[in-house]
Nanobody
């Protein structure tokens, strides 16, 4: 089992920045793909960014050039640095993990087995 706990959400004005964190614990997970998803009420959960165990990254087009996914294996923590935030980035953000080795790294929710409970991000214009 893998446990994921997100933090770092909050309210920010458009153009601002936030950094989300996801603490990872449980069974061996260093080889997992780790990802961030987001969901707005009434809409599908969408993949934002994914990082593989060797550091390959993939981003949704909507966040390319603004968001950066990274991880600190020593701290068992996944990060999402979000810059130049827009009102449309407002959502609940979720951390996810999978032992799958699909290529390219997936951004579809069905590929992920482990989920955190989410942290809310609100961007005001």
């Amino acid at each position: 089992q893998v446990q994921l706990v997100e933090s770092g959400g909050g309210s920010v004005q458009a153009g601002g920045s936030l950094r989300l964190s996801c603490e990872v614990s449980g069974s061996e997970n260093s080889s997992f793909y780790m990802a961030w998803f987001r969901q707005v009420a009434g809409k599908e959960r969408e993949g934002v960014a994914v990082i593989t165990s060797v550091g390959d990254r993939r981003y949704a087009d909507s966040v390319k050039g603004r968001f950066t996914i990274s991880k600190d294996n020593a701290k068992n923590t996944l990060y999402l640095q979000m810059n130049r935030l827009k009102s449309e980035d407002t959502a609940m953000y979720y951390c996810a993990a999978t032992s799958s080795k699909l290529w390219p790294p997936p951004l579809s929710r069905n590929s992920y087995s482990y989920w955190g409970k989410g942290t809310r991000v609100t961007v005001s214009s």
